[in-house]
């Protein structure tokens, strides 16, 4: 009995392999109007990183959707409520950056009951979307999701800037393959969970990122903009 259960909790990982995510998981994946690329953020919010991309971006006349961990918006409460002031689309990462699979039903919904809570006692608005941490879904966290009233979102493409090696340029190159309209590209903001000082590259990069949208004529903007169905 105990081998079964252990695959249904699991079952979700499919969801991991991108390609195939893709193409049979359209919702999940973030995919959205074929005009608009949604922008997101994982790992914030950061005193040390996040300013600097919340300037970059009201530079550029531009809206983010940023999954907050509940760990660190404790933390920063008030740039929390900076993000949100500036018409940021606020969601959650979870509490903790621990991987969905090796919690059980009880911890997972409490991990995400957790931070939606502190999420709306903070900002003043319940969040409605989740992004797992590694991108790994469970059984459990599909429940949990759904007696939360949150939609989980993934993306279609990333720019690997968690790595040590990453640079701008990498982070450009590995997120300009995979993107396309209505794609949804998944960056981080701090480098809590992530190689040291990571968030530079990210940041040098994210210029290029805009450009090359606006060069092909696709809109930017956060999840809420971006058409998909999200789970009121």
Same mark, same amino acid.
């Given at each position: 009995m105990a081998p079964a259960l252990a695959a249904v909790h699991a079952a979700p990982?499919?969801?991991? !392999?991108?390609? #195939?995510?893709?193409? &049979?998981?359209?919702? #999940?994946? $973030?995919?959205?109007?074929?005009? /608009? &690329?949604?922008?997101? !953020?994982?790992? $914030?919010?950061?005193?040390?990183?996040?300013? /600097? !991309? #919340?300037? #970059?971006?009201?530079?550029? $006349?531009? /809206?983010?959707t940023f999954f907050l961990l509940g760990s660190m918006l404790e933390r920063a409460p008030g740039l929390a409520r900076e993000m949100a002031a500036a018409g940021h689309e606020i969601a959650i990462h979870g509490w903790a950056h621990r991987p969905l699979l090796v919690r059980g039903p009880r911890a997972t919904y409490d991990d995400l009951a957790r931070a939606r809570d502190t999420v709306a006692d903070t900002v003043g608005k319940e969040p409605r979307l989740f992004r797992p941490p590694y991108g790994v879904m469970s059984t459990s966290a599909h429940l949990a999701c759904r007696r939360l009233g949150l939609t989980p979102v993934l993306w279609t493409a990333w720019g690997e800037d968690w790595r040590s090696r990453a640079t701008a340029q990498t982070v450009y190159d590995t997120v300009s393959r995979d993107l396309d309209g209505g794609g949804t590209i998944l960056l981080h903001d701090s480098d809590c969970t992530s190689a040291s000082g990571s968030w530079h590259s990210t940041l040098g990069a994210l210029p290029t990122v805009l450009d090359h949208c606006a060069e092909h004529g696709l809109h930017v903007g956060p999840l809420r903009d971006h058409g998909i169905r999200i789970r009121a």
């Open positions: 990982v499919i969801s991991t !392999f991108g390609p #195939l995510r893709n193409r &049979v998981m359209p919702r #999940l994946s $973030g995919r959205g109007r074929p005009d /608009h &690329v949604s922008i997101t !953020f994982d790992d $914030g919010p950061d005193p040390q990183s996040t300013p /600097h !991309f #919340l300037r #970059l971006l009201e530079a550029r $006349g531009i /809206h983010a």
